[in-house]
């Protein structure tokens, strides 16, 4: 994709269940001192080919918040498993919120004004640096969630 030069911005969507503090450091240049060759190396080189980061950088990291499930997943004792890490929907959903820059508070048409203004409040406690955008069907002008 790096060598046809098509894109100015590309939309990477990870999976609910995706944690984002073990997606973003994909992003970064590796420095790390090691053998590209041993293959114990958590994590490999491909001669010749750029490494992400020189690339490509990691302009925004966005969580979508479901305003009708927010209070069954703040509560859920419900576990999860991507690769090796295990942990309950809510301490997900946390992460994510505190991870983000933008976070978009979606179906805010299927709860009450005050409900929604508590999520708000919530997220806002989480993460104050985070910018909260309101949607309905997931639908946000895409200028208010780049640069």
């Given at each position: 994709?790096?060598?046809?030069k098509?894109f100015n911005?590309m939309?990477?969507?990870?999976s ?7 997606i973003?450091p994909?992003?970064?240049?590796c420095?790390?001192e090691?053998d590209?060759?041993d293959?114990?190396?958590?994590h490999?080189h491909?001669e010749g080919?750029p ?9 925004t ?9 927010f209070y ?5 004792m ?5 690769g090796?890490t ?12 505190e991870?983000?820059?933008?976070v978009?508070?979606n179906k805010?048409?299927l709860?009450s004004?005050d409900?929604?203004?508590?999520i708000i409040g919530?997220?806002?406690l ?8 309101e ?6 002008n ?6």
């Amino acid at each position: 994709l790096t060598e046809k030069k098509l894109f100015n911005y590309m939309l990477i969507e990870a999976s609910g269940v995706s944690e984002p503090s073990q997606i973003a450091p994909l992003f970064d240049l590796c420095d790390d001192e090691h053998d590209p060759d041993d293959p114990d190396a958590d994590h490999e080189h491909i001669e010749g080919k750029p490494q992400l980061g020189e690339v490509a950088r990691l302009d925004t990291c966005i969580t979508v918040v479901d305003s009708a499930e927010f209070y069954n997943n703040l509560a859920s004792m419900k576990t999860y498993e991507q690769g090796e890490t295990v942990g309950t929907i809510a301490e997900l959903m946390m992460e994510q919120v505190e991870f983000s820059n933008v976070v978009v508070v979606n179906k805010g048409d299927l709860v009450s004004e005050d409900q929604k203004a508590d999520i708000i409040g919530k997220i806002v406690l989480l993460n104050p640096k985070a910018k909260v955008v309101e949607s309905i069907h997931s639908k946000v002008n895409v200028m208010e969630i780049l640069n």
